[in-house]
Every structure is written in C-alpha cells, then in structure tokens.
C-alpha cells in the first residue's frame, strides 16, 4: 500500500473571486480537514469549478488566502504547490505507454529509480499488467485510474477532481466512484472532488458542500445533509423534496403544529430552521406511504388526499405523481413490495411519520 506522506489541512480563508460585476466566489471560508474525501458539489455556474482553479493555481483570487496547512499558497505558482488534478478529459500522452504516462511527472524532477514507484502506483489502480499499453487500448474508466496514477506519484497534499466521472457512461462511473473511494482510503490523500452529479457526491464523499450562487448553502456529512436539508435550494438539488408553503400555528411538546391548505401537520421543532410564522414544510418522496382512499393509516401520521395522475414502474419502486387537493403535483416513490394496485385516477392518501417532515425558511421573495 501506498501512504502519501505530508498530507495537510487545506483552508480557504474570504477567498473570492469576480468577472466584472459577477461575483463566481463569494467570501468563501472553508477548512477541508487533511485526509478527507470532501466534495463540491453544485449546479453549473454556482462556483465550485473556480474554487477549485484557484487551489490548483490556474486561477488568480479577486480576494482572500489559500493555505495548506500553515503555508499561504494563494499566489504561488501551481507547479509549485504540492497540489495535483485530475481532469473530466484525462489529458493522457496518447505516445506514451502507460508506464510512461505515470512516470512522466517523475521523469520531469528528474527522480531516480522510478520503476519501484511506477509499478506500486500502477498496482495501486489495478493497471500493473497493461503497464505496456497505451492510452487508446484502455476504456474510459482505465485511463481514468492512469491520471489519477499519475496525479499520486508526485505526492501531493491535495488531489483535485474535476468532474473526473463526466464523461464515462452509467456502468463505469458507477465503478469508478467505488475505485476511486478504494484509492483514496488506501493513500489517504486529501481528494477533492468537485462535481454536480448528487450521487456522485454522496456516494464517494465523507463531507459534501452544497454550493450557490458563489456561497456554501450547507456542509456536512451526506447521510445528515439528505435527511435535514437546511435551504429550499438544499432539499430539491440534493434529491427531490415535496414542498408546500404553511404557518406556525403552536407547539406541542417538542413538535411544531403547523397548518397548510387546511389541513394540520405535526414538524419536530429540531427540524425546523424556523420556530414561528410562515416556513416550507417538506418531506422526501421515499418517506411517503400511499393508500387508498379511506384506508386506515397510523395515528400521529401527517396524511394529504389526492388524486394519482402518473404512475411509472421501475422495478425495486414505482414513482406515483398525485395531485393534491389544492392542485400542487407530489412526488411518491412506494418499493413494490404491496399486491395493492394504484392507477391514474385513483383517489389515495398520502402518508408519512412526523420526523421525517422538515421545516425551512421560505425563500426570499416567494
């Protein structure tokens, strides 16, 4: 196994950066703890992309520092940095053998005896007998698994991962999100992987920030960012989320009573971002049961009637949209284990326990 020595903490301090009046970082302060598998993830444009040109240097900062553990990296060259990244385009010599490609930053600083060290890295990716081959011989996810050699072999504190999964298809990245976790956990690199694919980030990640508009929206781990979204724009990027506009009509206990469409739900306090007035009460599509109408539910369920206007079987669940009685669309994901069948036009019940429910600020100008 190879253990990449000198691995640090890596900060950004008010770091930002503009293009004309539009700010694509904004006053972004973030530690990514050394050894970490941190993700960035975010629709295109939100700024994950800049962030990660300005740690690697192809990029200048408008403001703020960069710092890998206690050296301030922000204007150093980015040859200089012990930061390295990979590509969505791999960026392979097509004339060089594989053995040569992952040699080739040793080869530059003109290391000696490199053989030993080329050969565990390329056992590291599980590439050791195709050492011979070049570039055009091997899939994608191959030659994805050589830039990511490739990147290693100079040891770097940081790996950065641009979209490295964007252009293989399903199958293979589905592969390459489990090999690249494989690798990182037996180099213990700090990897740094931006991308807007929401499964991407939550497969491979151990902390995901959910980036907008230049700013982090929400950081943690993806188990508590799924299941408590903290913004309107958290709970529908990061999965989907049905949302429907309600007050703060009193307490009961530890749970919050609130009233929408005439109709009265029960929300934890501690899942709420708001503990009076108007907010945005919300529940994941898996968390909801469906029934027929006038079927007996549980007690202290939260329930909505509707009517089924879309029903489309995909195996493992179907996916039932249903609209409700004050003709907003919900979403239900049911796992088809029930002979029980629900067609379009089925009137239905739409249930769900009290802590799966969260409660968020309603955005500005909604």
């Not at 070049?134 to 641009?162: F, H």
């Not at 409700?324 to 049911?334: H, I, K, L, Q, R």
Request: aromatic share 6%; proline share 5%.
């Amino acid at each position: 196994m190879t253990v990449i020595g000198g691995v640090q903490d890596l900060h950004m301090v008010d770091l930002s950066k503009t293009f004309g009046d539009f700010a694509a970082v904004d006053d972004l302060t973030l530690t990514i703890p050394a050894g970490s598998f941190f993700a960035l993830l975010g629709p295109s444009g939100c700024g994950k992309t800049t962030t990660l040109r300005m740690v690697a240097g192809l990029e200048d900062p408008t403001g703020g520092q960069i710092l890998l553990g206690d050296t301030e990296i922000t204007h150093e060259k980015s040859y200089k940095r012990q930061v390295n990244t990979v590509f969505q385009s791999y960026a392979l010599f097509p004339h060089l053998d594989i053995f040569e490609n992952v040699a080739f930053g040793l080869r530059r600083r003109r290391v000696k005896d490199i053989a030993p060290k080329v050969t565990q890295m390329l056992e590291l990716v599980e590439l050791g007998p195709m050492a011979r081959r070049k570039p055009a011989q091997l899939s994608g996810g191959q030659q994805q698994r050589v830039a990511v050699a490739r990147a290693l072999i100079n040891e770097p504190g940081v790996l950065l991962l641009d979209e490295p999964l964007g252009a293989l298809d399903l199958k293979l990245r589905r592969q390459m999100q489990v090999e690249l976790k494989r690798i990182q956990t037996e180099v213990g690199t700090t990897f740094v992987h931006v991308t807007h694919d929401q499964e991407e980030a939550m497969t491979m990640a151990d902390t995901v920030a959910v980036m907008n508009k230049g700013r982090i929206e929400q950081m943690g781990a993806p188990i508590d960012i799924y299941e408590l979204p903290r913004t309107a724009f958290v709970a529908n990027f990061l999965g989907q989320s049905n949302l429907v506009r309600a007050r703060i009509g009193g307490r009961s206990g530890d749970d919050l009573i609130v009233s929408a469409n005439g109709a009265s739900f029960t929300v934890p306090a501690d899942r709420s971002t708001r503990q009076d007035g108007d907010l945005l009460l919300g529940v994941r599509p898996e968390k909801l049961a469906i029934a027929a109408a006038g079927a007996a539910i549980p007690d202290r369920s939260n329930r909505i009637t509707g009517t089924i206007t879309d029903a489309s079987f995909s195996g493992v669940s179907t996916q039932y949209l249903v609209r409700t009685s004050w003709g907003e669309e919900w979403t239900v994901f049911e796992q088809n284990r029930s002979s029980e069948i629900l067609r379009p036009g089925d009137d239905v019940v739409m249930y769900w326990a009290p802590e799966h429910t969260f409660g968020l600020d309603v955005p500005a100008g909604s």
